[in-house]
């Protein structure tokens, strides 16, 4: 069964400094997986994709993801937070057997201080 | 750009009413979804659709219907309202297709409450 998921809650980091948001899936065969921002009272904002081809995978905003097959993990990261990045942030997978299904995780909390 | 608008942003519905959520997309998408969402679940898949007249259960359809009669358009339906299916609903949409093939889009979401 496809499944994924987000570790923390809550990262909090400093303007400025670079972030990390962690993912990490379970799927048979190769998974397609995706990064998504939802500001509040919004709906989910696509960021990113990995679907093959290059592991590190660029996407809105200066968001960038990393693939680890051998780690299974998909995690979001961006050099130089900004207070705007501050939102929930899924990861979500779909492949393998699941077919049109993909599984969102719980979400992560992203505070940026200024 | 893509654009999945869902027709009621919030809405306040009495226990045992008939609840409509309605929700159209405009890049000819074969697929399309109605999630729900809650704090700390994530989104939950309530049913999805792979085209018109076509629907599948999700992960939670119990209390729900849908209804795809057109390519365009796919309407959430709670028969008789309860007070645990107050929650933000999110339509979305997809295709196997192109670029963006994949990825799915979301509308903005209903805020349904049930009193």
């Known amino acids: 069964a496809q499944s994924v998921a987000q570790p923390e809650d809550q990262v909090n980091v400093a303007e400025g400094n670079p972030l990390t948001v962690k993912c990490t899936y379970s799927v048979s065969g190769n998974p397609y997986l995706f990064w998504y921002v939802q500001y509040p009272n919004r709906g989910l904002q696509f960021l990113l994709k990995y679907i093959t081809g290059d592991n590190l995978v660029k996407g809105s905003y200066g968001f960038e993801a990393e693939f680890n097959k051998s780690q299974t993990s998909f995690h979001l990261k961006k050099p130089s937070a900004l207070v705007s990045d501050s939102a929930l942030y899924f990861c979500?997978?779909?492949?393998?057997?699941?077919?049109?299904?993909?599984?969102f995780g719980a979400g992560t909390r992203l505070f940026v201080k200024a | 750009d893509v654009k999945v608008t869902q027709s009621s942003r919030y809405l306040v519905k009495r226990t045992g009413e008939k609840v409509f959520l309605e929700c159209v997309q405009d890049?000819?998408?074969?697929?399309m979804f109605w999630y729900r969402q809650d704090p700390g679940l994530g989104l939950r898949l309530i049913y999805f659709?792979?085209?018109?007249?076509?629907?599948e259960k999700g992960d939670i359809p119990e209390g729900y219907s849908v209804s795809r009669e057109k390519k365009e358009r796919f309407s959430l339906i709670l028969e008789s309202a309860s007070t645990n299916q107050t929650s933000m609903y999110l339509c979305?949409?997809?295709?196997?297709?192109?670029?963006?093939?994949?990825?799915?889009?979301f509308g903005e979401g209903s805020w349904l409450t049930v009193v």
């Open positions: 979500a997978v779909r492949g393998g057997t699941g077919g049109f299904k993909t599984i």
């Open positions: 659709s792979y085209d018109v007249k076509m629907k």
């Open positions: 890049m000819d998408h074969e697929n």
């Open positions: 979305a949409s997809s295709s196997l297709r192109g670029p963006s093939g994949n990825t799915i889009y």
